[in-house]
């Protein structure tokens, strides 16, 4: 097992017995149940300070900050992080992209707020990281982070291939450090991330007429 996968396991791992421990926190705070849930989530703490080389202080710096997000019932149920990505062309067939404060390029994408639809949070992003109006036209894929080898929050990422519709170019001035049009044979470096399927789904949805989104197969 490289180096890389077995990171991404022992992530995937922690966060699931992390995800086990709280949700049964959350719906059995007491008794016998719920002390086998604390014991769980001191050991994920430990093995997640232990991962970064940190201290036993930090593991239970962590333990804390995990139970204290503990909600009784329903609300408590823990689920993987939901973002939306924006996939859209200008006229000249060049794909919009984002320098994000870190220097890496990507396509504008954010996390979905409450209360709005998948649709309706990439509109948001879109007027709000780079003042242009788009209209969501497919969803192109839905993918897990997981399954790219991103070791770090668990995400499923919605991906929306869109028309741009109005508004000018005009960078976030916090979340953006640049942006441009760019063909897909000649995308600024360095790239976001470690997924590039997106890359060949664009080129399909935009210039073959695809409509059938993409997703992990099981």
């Given amino acids: 097992m490289s180096q890389d ?76 992080a939901a973002g939306c990505g924006i996939v859209a062309f200008n006229e000249s067939d060049q794909v919009l992209m984002i320098q994000r404060p870190t220097g890496k390029w990507w396509f504008p994408t954010g996390f979905c707020d409450v209360g709005l639809s998948p649709a309706e949070n990439v509109v948001k992003e879109a007027r709000e990281e780079v003042g242009l109006t788009v209209e969501p036209l497919r969803l192109m894929a839905l993918i897990d ?53 997106w890359i060949q789904l664009a080129r399909e949805f935009h210039f073959a007429g695809r409509v059938e989104p993409y997703f992990d197969r099981v």
């Fill in 145 to 197: 982070s997981r399954k790219t080898g991103d070791p770090w929050r668990h995400i499923y990422a919605m991906l929306f291939y869109c028309r741009i519709v109005g508004g000018e170019p005009r960078r976030h001035p916090l979340e953006v450090k640049d942006l441009g049009f760019f063909s897909l044979d000649a995308l600024p470096q360095p790239l976001h991330g470690r997924d590039r399927k």
């Fill in 5 to 80: 996968r077995l990171l991404v396991e022992l992530a995937r791992f922690i966060e699931r017995v992390n995800a086990v421990a709280r949700t049964g926190l959350a719906f059995n705070a007491e008794g016998f149940d719920a002390e086998r849930y604390e014991e769980l989530l001191k050991d994920a703490a430990r093995m997640q300070a232990a991962a970064v080389d940190a201290t036993a202080e930090d593991a239970e710096r962590i333990r804390r900050g995990w139970r204290d997000a503990v909600i009784a019932g329903y609300e408590g149920y823990v689920t993987p």
